[in-house]
Every structure is written in C-alpha cells, then in structure tokens.
C-alpha cells in the first residue's frame, strides 16, 4: 500500500449536484495530483496542489476546483455534476522535489445518474 | 495525434508465452517514462521506470528509443497473475504532470 487514501470509496449523485472527495497524501509528501479516469480510458490530469496552491491545470472546466491544507491532505469539488464526469478519480502524492514519482490512492469511483 | 499511444488490445495469450506492448509520445520534450500496472477497479501502480539503455526486471524488460519516440515492454514466460492493464507514461519534467496512454488490457489464459 502507498500510504494514500481517498474518502468515500464509492458515491452516487445526480445530476447537477456537487460532490466533493477527499485526499490523504503519505506521510512526507507535499504534492497532491488528482486525475480522472474514465471506463476505458488512462487517467486524464485535473490539477496539482503544492504547498496549498494549484500548481498546474488540465483541461478541465472551472467547475473542477480542488484545495490543499497545511497538513497537504487535498479535497477534489465538481459543481454541477453532469453525467459524464462518472469516472475513477485518482488521487497521488509525491515526495519534495521528485514530482515524477506519484503514488497512487485506491481512488473513489463516481456514478452521476 | 494523442500525446501518448499504446496498442489497443486486448492480448489474450497463453500461460508462458511472450508478449510485447508497444507506445509512442509525442512530445520530443519528454524525459521519464514508465510502465503502470492496473488490475481490475483498482488504481495504477508502477511497474518499471523505462531508460534510455533498457532495463530488465526479472520477467519484464523495458526499451526507450528516443529518435523514434517509442517505449515497448516486453513480458516474458506469462502468468496468470499477470493479467492487468498495463499503462505507458510519460512526464515531462519534474512537477509537470504524468501523462498515460490509454492502456492495453493483458488476459493471461491457463
């Protein structure tokens, strides 16, 4: 185990909710990753988080937002939930300095119905 | 063009056979690469880093050819177990975010 977890592990919202997950990095690392993955798909980057600020974006609306707090545990918010943002999302954190080696939490699975 | 492109699959082979995947990046810039490893609704976990001179990890065997932007893995003497996804990734520097191929599905068959 990486020493990531992620809160909840499943959840199911409708449509036009707002949904918001949860992130706990190892011990030691500074750097939050959050990344979609959809059925079939490799995981696609939203953002990253360092020292509390967003540190980096994919193409993801506005209406993907994310925090860091000083303890560098991150939450992942999604507005106005459509049904394609049913997907894996994965979260990783990495160690000061070495940004390429991202561990991976169990990840929370999100059904939009 | 996709940044990176792996074989669709899926590979369905016998238990003890070779199989070889196969990516390409696009972006020259790119500098660590990797295999991951996802099995079934679970999350990706690294399998080898891949460099420039090859290198071998028991069964498993990874090469990067730079000039022609391409990484390969090459899994010898299958097992049962090693039946997963298995996801090409490439980063382009430090901080910069990990970028994965869309994965080829491996069926290992008894």
């Known amino acids: 185990e990486t020493g990531v977890t992620q809160s909840p592990t499943h959840l199911i919202k409708t449509r036009g909710q707002q949904v918001t997950l949860r992130c706990s990095s190892q011990?030691?690392?500074?750097?939050v990753s959050w990344y979609q993955q959809a059925l079939g798909q490799g995981p696609q980057f939203i953002f990253q988080?360092?020292?509390?600020?967003?540190?980096g974006r994919g193409n993801f609306p506005p209406r993907f937002s994310g925090l860091q707090f000083p303890n560098y545990s991150s939450e992942l918010n999604v507005n106005a939930l459509e049904l394609d943002d049913s997907a894996l999302y994965l979260c990783?954190?990495?160690?000061?300095?070495?940004?390429?080696?991202?561990?991976f939490g169990p990840g929370t699975r999100l059904t939009v119905t | 063009r996709k940044e990176v492109e792996q074989d669709p699959g899926p590979f369905n082979v016998p238990e003890g056979a070779t199989v070889a995947f196969n990516c390409t990046y696009s972006?020259?810039?790119?500098?660590?690469f990797f295999w991951y490893r996802q099995d079934c609704r679970k999350e990706p976990k690294l399998l080898m880093s891949?460099?420039?001179s090859g290198n071998e990890d028991g069964r498993f065997t990874a090469q990067l050819n730079r000039a022609s932007q391409y990484i390969s893995l090459l899994i010898r003497d299958s097992k049962l177990s090693d039946s997963a996804t298995y996801l090409c990734?490439?980063?382009?520097?430090?901080?910069?975010?990990?970028?994965f191929g869309k994965g080829t599905r491996l069926s290992v068959i008894a």
């Open positions: 988080y360092y020292r509390e600020e967003e540190n």
């Open positions: 891949v460099y420039s």
């Open positions: 972006n020259s810039a790119s500098q660590s």
């Open positions: 990783a954190s990495s160690p000061p300095d070495r940004g390429r080696e991202q561990y």
């Open positions: 990734v490439v980063n382009i520097a430090g901080n910069t975010p990990l970028v």
């Open positions: 011990s030691g690392h500074n750097t």
